[in-house]
């Protein structure tokens, strides 16, 4: 089931680039901004490296009619790193056991988007995030090279839908994105409850680069 939803939506990224009208104006964005992915209260939480993380990436945007779009975009953003104490009735060996995540995400949207009052785009889709370059480091004590146990690999999907805010200002455009992910799994897979963090706030600038001509039929 999940490698099918994230072969739909993966499908619908590849399309959204080609699928498009003659008269179709492709605009091409590189972005850069912020991303804020808040852990939130959660018990055994005891420090986040990074909670406002830098995010860079590139956008691409095809146009339907005069005010729909379809938007597509691929960014990149390092979490930093995650640490977590384990309660105390699950200690054996150690008096504290350390499990930090080490994490960075590859961001993948697929936007619909409508374009309201002169400058102002309103879009909602589809989220992927791919987390790449995750490790999870159990350590003994005290998080240092001496007290380090062991550590494992990661590769999760993440899916969810996004909302997005534009407005243009010429010649860049201010965006605002949030993204809920419904599909998470478990963020920390220790012996704790899994820490799930669904909610991701981006706000970016881009610098809009014009393909095409939108009267291409007429000529």
């Not at 992915?37 to 146009?63: A, C, Y």
């Not at 370059?133 to 999907?157: F, K, M, Q, R």
Request: net charge positive; hydrophobic share 40%; glycine share 6%.
């Amino acid at each position: 089931m999940h490698l099918r939803i994230s072969s739909i939506i993966i499908l619908l990224f590849v399309l959204g680039f080609y699928v498009q009208k003659v008269e179709s104006q492709v605009v091409i964005s590189p972005e850069v901004g912020v991303s804020y992915m808040p852990v939130g209260n959660h018990p055994i939480v005891i420090d986040t490296e990074k909670n406002v993380n830098f995010i860079f990436g590139l956008s691409g945007r095809v146009q339907f009619t005069t005010r729909s779009f379809m938007s597509t975009s691929i960014s990149y953003a390092n979490r930093g790193n995650l640490t977590t104490l384990r309660p105390i009735f699950l200690q054996v060996e150690c008096a504290r056991i350390f499990d930090v995540l080490k994490h960075s995400d590859l961001n993948i949207d697929l936007t619909y988007q409508r374009k309201f009052f002169d400058k102002l785009i309103i879009g909602i889709g589809g989220s992927l995030i791919y987390k790449l370059n995750t490790t999870h480091c159990v350590y003994c004590n005290y998080v240092s090279a001496d007290n380090y146990i062991g550590s494992t690999s990661l590769t999760e999907w993440w899916k969810g839908v996004n909302l997005n805010l534009i407005y243009q200002l010429n010649p860049v455009e201010i965006k605002f994105r949030y993204s809920y992910f419904i599909d998470t799994g478990d963020y920390l897979d220790n012996p704790t409850d899994g820490i799930r963090m669904p909610n991701r706030f981006d706000l970016m600038v881009s610098y809009p680069l014009e393909f095409g001509r939108k009267n291409s039929r007429r000529q």
